[in-house]
Antibody, heavy 120, light 108 residues
Framework: QVQLVQSGPEVRKAGASVKVSCKTS????????MHWVRQAPGQGLEWMGWIHPNTGGTKYAQKFEGRVTLTRDTSISTGYMEVNRLTYDDTAVYYC?????????????WGQGTLVTVSS | EIVLTQSPGSLSLSPGERATLSCRAS???????LAWYQQRPGQAPRLLIY???TRATGIPDRFSGSGSGTDFTLTISRLEPEDFAMYYC?????????FGQGTRLEIQ
């Protein structure tokens, strides 16, 4: 069973940066893309981008290009999502997800979510 | 960039009734790479359906998906109390990926 465990809640001032981690259990880390999705309070799901843990290749939604950076450390099976120049609109729960074909069927594993609060 | 539009925005039904949720894409979704997710308050989304019509592991057979191209439907045949939640469609054929804005399924 794959598990994604994210780092704890964060509070930042507007203009600061935040880095959220997502650790994958098991030996599947390098085989599946890691995606990041966020959800502002009372709002829907917003796809942010993905990283391929094996190659380090990334793809971002246009609105996050230049302000969000996805990285990984394969030695500890952990992905990272950093957001720079935070604004109040970045207050949200941030999720990492790892969709793909596991044992012959398509599954999508999600982290528990990390609440990032941007304050004044 | 594909835009997904879900309808209705909210749906008020009673347990035992049938629910029909729609998702329309702004362009054809290749290989029907369209998924449906359920999200209950305070929880991460849960995958229900992938490739438009395949139930994910452990999903009850009262959930079914259909459609192709640009029009997709999620049907819940007989609503159980635990089915009242938010539902999102999601296309994973292209990057950037996209979610619909969601349909809220409420108890009448």
């Amino acid at each position: 069973q794959v598990q994604l465990v994210q780092s704890g809640p964060e509070v930042r001032k507007a203009g600061a940066s935040v880095k959220v981690s997502c650790k994958t259990s098991g030996d599947t880390f390098t085989g599946y893309y890691m995606h990041w999705v966020r959800q502002a309070p009372g709002q829907g799901l917003e796809w942010m981008g993905w990283i391929h843990p094996n190659t380090g290749g990334t793809k971002y939604a246009q609105k996050f290009e230049g302000r969000v950076t996805l990285t990984r450390d394969t030695s500890i099976s952990t992905g990272y999502m950093e957001v720079n120049r935070l604004t109040y609109d970045d207050t949200a729960v941030y999720y990492c997800t790892s969709p793909g074909y596991y044992d012959g069927s398509y599954k999508d594993y999600w982290g528990q979510g990390t609440l990032v609060t941007v304050s004044s | 960039e594909i835009v997904l539009t879900q309808s209705p925005g909210s749906l008020s039904l009673s347990p035992g009734e049938r629910a029909t949720l729609s998702c329309r894409a702004s362009q054809s979704v290749d290989s029907n790479y369209l998924a449906w997710y359920q999200q209950r308050p305070g929880q991460a989304p849960r995958l229900l359906i992938y490739t438009a019509s395949t139930r994910a592991t452990g999903i009850p057979d009262r959930f079914s998906g259909s459609g192709s191209g640009t029009d997709f439907t999620l049907t819940i045949s007989r609503l159980e109390p635990e089915d009242f939640a938010m539902y999102y469609c999601h296309q994973y054929a292209f990057s950037p990926r996209a979610f619909g804005q969601g349909t809220r399924l409420e108890i009448q």
